[in-house]
């Protein structure tokens, strides 16, 4: 192990908690647990087995990925630390607006919160101009949506919009 | 073979084909002048609008916008010294430089003229390669798909200039997402976890718009304040003669490179871009004008990359292994409208196949002229503020995963790729693992179960077959090369 690629970023406990460890040590627990879900699947009788069991496949996959994310950690260990740059606040704010948006679009209708979301963006990333972000984030979502109910005949799933469409 | 190359000509003969050819070309010009776009993101963006399209038509839509990005990401390159796809990236290197000292109109006629001469030149490759290896394939049974898919999983390793190792657990990923749902010789359910949404599996749209167009949302979201400076510049300029007799050997060099590369599953523009650079310099004759605006540079990187996407369509539509990113989303488009290509394609439908391929010529044609005529026009395109441009994407993403099934799980579903496609872009994690081990995830698994039905459950017997071994030793060369071109850089 290189003890001087912990010296670089504050010693071993900076380099137990840093983000790509924590994402290595997620690796393997999303392995384990799925591993241990292809035990409950369904088993072909043995007469009837083509090759091999529905299970076997997903775990020789599961397994090659827990023994390649063993080696990673190898390396993160045995290699110089990458810095990785901060998120800005900017990001987190959309990645907000990722989690909400299914949320209103479930709800209350698909194309409020499609406008919702592009006022949300367009503002977040900065446009000050309000109402040039108010006619793009509108009228783009209403455009989208004639193209994809006139031109290409989907139905969209009923709302508080939608409704006023349809009916 | 005279009647499958008069094929060739039917997306001209039609005037469907034809506003859809002019129109992917634009399309993909206009993609792959905004960086963080290009014809990958572009590609998958526009896959669930195909939906309402004949095959043909989609696919030509998806081919034109592949050849015209690859070459629109030149022109940002030289322009703003951001390249629009990361196959431009080794443009800039000289492009830019040859554009501040007010040779811009020069750079770009150069790379113009390079890319549409590096694409029709892999456009005969394709039509000469890909029925040889179609035919060679024909004879493969399932062991040998098995080790085939196989090979094309291990090439995988060397994606982009990330870790081997992240890209092959990417790739794995990606198969295990196509064992989501039935299983596809016993029906039974897989990872469904209660969910009756997933026993149909994981669709391919959701999960390519979220690892190309969203993660790259959230990309960009860290990027809102960059700001580009464009060089001013009058018009492109076709090569002059002696620009032209300079750079000849150049770009006849940088089409065979391309074309090979890109023949190979898995890479693509970019790393073709970059061999065609370093071996540009390499033969120069002023290599010390390198990084400084060496015309020939321009010519080396930009003829390789538009070379690499005739030599990557070989192995898409030849044996159903995706050459490159952008095949990978043009491959997902075959198979969402009911065709797996390979030999059996070859034989069943020359007119589909000879119609892509003459798209792809006529393609390199019209962005030729467009990129000549308009790449000032285009250049302006990148002056859209981030801020207007991805709330928009962010609509045609939703609605276009939307509309494929009419499902809510599907919107779901592409949203949370986009948040696992940045993560791991952020940790070095390649996505296009992750499309590519989809698509060819069920090929792996069908495969290797119906071998192993062949061989009575005996694993030991694949080793008794020749091109069983040959496509396992290559793919262990694929999995020591990217190792020691990386311990030589």
Redo the contacts between chains.
């Keep these: 192990m290189n003890s001087n690629s912990f010296e670089k970023k504050g010693g071993f406990l900076s380099a137990l908690f840093s983000?790509?460890l924590i994402?290595l040590f997620f690796?393997f627990c999303f392995s384990i647990f799925?591993f241990v879900?292809?035990f409950y699947?369904?088993e072909?009788p043995p007469i009837?087995?083509?090759?091999?069991q529905?299970?076997t496949?997903?775990k020789i996959?599961?397994g090659?990925?827990f023994s390649?994310?063993l080696?990673?950690v190898y390396?993160y260990f045995s290699r110089p630390k990458?810095d990785?740059?901060k998120?800005?606040r900017?990001?987190y704010?959309?990645?907000g607006i990722?989690i909400i948006?299914?949320l209103i679009?479930?709800k209350v209708d698909?194309i409020l919160a499609?406008m919702l979301?592009?006022i949300a963006?367009?503002y977040f990333?900065?446009?000050k101009n309000l109402l040039?972000n108010l006619f793009?984030?509108i009228v783009?979502?209403i455009l989208?949506?004639l193209l994809?109910e006139g031109v290409?005949?989907?139905?969209?799933?009923p709302g508080i919009l939608t409704n006023l469409y349809y009916n | 073979m005279i009647e499958n190359l008069s094929y060739m000509v039917a997306p001209i003969l039609s005037s469907k084909l034809l506003i859809i050819l002019f129109l992917g070309t634009l399309f993909g010009l206009i993609l792959g002048v905004l960086p963080g776009l290009g014809p990958t993101t572009g590609g998958a963006l526009i896959l669930p609008f195909t939906i309402t399209l004949d095959p043909l038509s989609a696919i030509v839509l998806l081919t034109a916008i592949y050849c015209a990005g690859t070459y629109g990401g030149a022109i940002t390159a030289i322009l703003i010294n951001t390249p629009g796809t990361p196959a431009a990236a080794a443009t800039c290197l000289d492009g830019y430089p040859l554009a501040q000292k007010g040779e811009a109109g020069r750079a770009l006629g150069m790379a113009t003229f390079g890319s549409a001469f590096g694409g029709l030149f892999s456009v005969i490759v394709l039509v000469f390669f890909a029925p040889i290896l179609a035919n060679i394939a024909y004879e493969f049974g399932q062991p040998e798909y098995f080790a085939l898919a196989i090979f094309g999983l291990t090439m995988l390793a060397s994606i982009g200039e990330g870790s081997p190792t992240k890209n092959l657990i990417a790739g794995a990923f990606g198969i295990l997402l196509s064992t989501v749902g039935k299983d596809v010789m016993a029906s039974i359910d897989r990872f469904t976890f209660g969910v009756n949404e997933l026993t149909e599996g994981i669709g391919f749209i959701p999960v390519v718009v979220g690892m190309f167009a969203m993660s790259e949302l959230l990309v960009q979201s860290n990027l809102t304040n960059q700001i580009f400076e464009r060089i001013a510049m009058k018009a492109v300029r076709l090569p002059s003669k002696d620009d032209f007799k300079y750079c000849f050997k150049t770009i006849l060099r940088s089409s065979g490179i391309g074309s090979f590369i890109g023949i190979l599953p898995a890479e693509g523009g970019t790393v073709a871009s970059l061999i065609g650079y370093s071996e540009a310099k390499r033969w120069s004759k002023k290599p010390e004008e390198f990084g400084k605006g060496a015309i020939d540079g321009i010519a080396g990187a930009e003829t390789a990359n538009n070379a690499a996407t005739g030599g990557a369509m070989v192995p898409t539509l030849a044996l159903g292994i995706p050459g490159s990113a952008t095949t990978a989303v043009i491959l997902t488009g075959l198979i969402i409208h009911g065709l797996r290509p390979g030999p059996d394609l070859f034989k069943e439908q020359p007119e589909f196949l000879y119609g892509i391929f003459g798209a792809m010529f006529f393609a390199n044609i019209l962005f030729f002229i467009f990129g000549f005529f308009g790449a000032k026009i285009f250049a302006r395109i990148t002056l859209i503020p981030n801020r207007l441009l991805w709330p928009m994407i962010f609509t045609l993403s939703v609605c276009g995963t939307y509309s494929l099934n009419q499902s809510f799980t599907d919107v779901f579903l592409m949203i949370s790729f986009g948040i696992i496609g940045y993560v791991m872009r952020k940790f070095g994690f390649s996505v296009v693992p992750v499309i590519i081990g989809l698509i060819l995830g069920q090929l792996v698994e069908l495969t290797l179960r119906q071998s192993l039905v062949i061989f009575d459950g005996d694993w030991t017997l694949f080793l008794t077959r020749p091109i069983v071994v040959t496509f396992f030793i290559l793919s262990v060369v694929a999995l020591i090369f990217p190792n020691i071109r990386k311990k030589n850089k």
């Design positions: 983000s790509e994402l690796i799925l879900t292809t699947f369904d072909v009837l087995v083509r090759g091999i529905p299970a496949f997903p996959l599961l090659l990925i390649l994310n080696l990673l390396f990458k990785y740059e998120q800005s900017i990001f704010k959309t990645v990722f948006f299914p679009a479930l698909l499609l979301s592009s963006i367009t990333w900065g446009e040039l793009l984030s783009f979502p989208v949506f994809f290409l005949g989907l139905r969209f799933p």
